[in-house]
């Protein structure tokens, strides 16, 4: 086994994946800034685009932060009129902060604009709250680990009983395949990845057959083309244990010559499971709309944009734009606990009343629109025809009976442009409210649906 030294040319994780976080944070509320205040105060704060906020934009941040999500829809229409970052640069109009856990982190949205969030946004907010105050943590063990290795450095008869302990912390493991015979040494955190007692035999066969088909395949075409180039790889693989476990780990590669002969392949295995599930859970949070589980405004707008993007190609057939008829009483007579249980209910039968490869969006407090992946002539107006009577029929709740309704407008995609599209898809929804709702009426056509 090489010593601790040999590590040097390994990135521990760093603070990269803090920035693209709050970077895909601001694009998910549309605000021009987004600051995060780690809860140990010996840590930097934070801000997307990866330049040190302002002392005054952080004096202010911290004097309006409390319990649970505070907002200020205007600052300059508040007792914060005077703050230096209000009335000076930047020029802040609008703050929304959810604490991080019960120390003095925060995560702040900022605007020079004055705006609202809604409940669902603030719910949001809370969401990637809890997911950076995790982000937090591992960048600093990122960096805790990075300083682990220097000081090895510094002290190598110590090194390796260091590194051991910093690799149980970070759940890093050092491993090593000699060549041709393809045998293997393995640290203990290799071992307890795969699930196997410490100091077990090792079959380089049996411990390939743990890497999942994608991430297998994808692992013998890295490691042979590194041994080809006599150079390297870095590869994150799914693999299933040998107690069946599934866990996500990240692999680094370097291949070892004698003169210009391959005699072995050494490198780090890390467990990113809980990076993984952190990544899956916040690219969920960016796309999708966290109370009916849809897609969201932002993922619904970069679809429909894609129709801009190929002249003459048609990436869906049509857009159904669906606002909800009579949702407002719901909400007034029975409380927006069943106001929001009528959404649930409208998503899923909304989906219901698609097929796969139709996109179902939210992009309102009750509305919703659809992309159709066919352009068969007719389906359009099958799927509204549907839509209508799905939403018409009563809903019930905490033993309760009411019934909504819908009114959707269709446009299809023929020539038009993304705006184009949706002008007409709203026009056509205006025109089926004004005549009565429950209905559905088509774009350009001049005649009333039935």
């Not at 019960?102 to 603030?122: E, F, H, I, V, Y």
């Not at 190609?313 to 606002?323: C, E, K, N, S």
């Not at 996109?359 to 007719?378: H, K, N, Q, S």
């Not at 898809?425 to 559905?440: H, Q, S, V």
Request: charged residues 20%; aromatic residues 6%; hydrophobic residues 50%.
């Amino acid at each position: 086994m090489r010593d601790a030294t040999d590590l040097f040319s390994f990135p521990a994780p760093g603070t990269e994946a803090v920035a693209a976080f709050l970077e895909r944070v601001r694009v998910a509320f549309a605000v021009q800034a987004v600051l995060l205040i780690d809860p140990d105060e010996a840590a930097p704060p934070w801000s997307a685009d990866g330049a040190a906020p302002s002392t005054a934009l952080l004096d202010l941040c911290r004097a309006v932060a409390g319990a649970g999500v505070l907002v200020v829809p205007d600052l300059a229409a508040s007792r914060w009129r005077a703050h230096p970052a209000v009335a000076g640069a930047p020029g802040c109009r609008f703050v929304a902060i959810r604490a991080l856990g019960a120390g003095a982190g925060l995560l702040a949205l900022l605007d020079s604009r004055p705006r609202r969030l809604t409940t669902a946004q603030g719910r949001r907010l809370a969401d990637f709250a809890a997911a950076a105050e995790s982000l937090c943590g591992l960048a600093r063990a990122g960096a805790t680990l990075r300083e682990t290795l220097a000081a090895q450095g510094r002290a190598l008869a110590h090194s390796r009983k260091i590194f051991d302990r910093a690799s149980a912390a970070a759940r890093i493991g050092v491993w090593e395949c000699a060549l041709p015979d393809e045998t293997l040494t393995w640290t203990d955190q290799v071992y307890a990845m795969f699930d196997l007692p410490r100091g077990a035999p090792l079959d380089r066969s049996r411990t390939v057959a743990c890497y999942a088909p994608e991430s297998r395949e994808a692992m013998i075409a890295a490691r042979s083309r590194a041994i080809a180039e006599r150079g390297g790889f870095t590869l994150d693989a799914e693999i299933v244990s040998f107690a069946g476990r599934r866990r996500w780990i990240r692999i680094t590669a370097v291949v070892e010559c004698e003169g210009a002969v391959p005699v072995r392949i050494f490198g780090m295995k890390q467990d990113i499971t809980e990076e993984k599930l952190l990544a899956d859970r916040t690219r969920y949070l960016a796309e999708f709309d966290a109370m009916t589980g849809l897609a969201n405004r932002a993922t619904f707008q970069a679809r429909l944009a894609a129709l801009d993007e190929a002249p003459g190609r048609f990436p869906f057939g049509a857009l159904l734009l669906i606002d909800l008829d009579g949702f407002k009483p719901v909400n007034d007579t029975l409380g927006h606990p069943a106001g929001d249980a009528c959404l649930v209910e409208v998503a899923g039968r909304l989906r219901h009343s698609c097929r796969d490869g139709d996109l179902v969006a939210r992009i309102g407090g009750d509305e919703f629109a659809i992309l159709l992946a066919t352009t068969v002539p007719g389906i359009a107006e099958e799927v509204a025809a549907r839509l209508v009577a799905a939403l018409g029929r009563p809903m019930a709740w905490a033993g309760r009976a009411f019934t909504v309704g819908a009114s959707v407008g269709i446009a299809h995609t023929g020539g038009l442009s993304s705006a184009e599209l949706y002008a007409a898809a709203d026009a056509a929804l205006y025109a089926a409210k004004a005549e009565g709702r429950g209905r559905f009426r088509v774009a350009g056509t001049g005649i009333p649906a039935p």
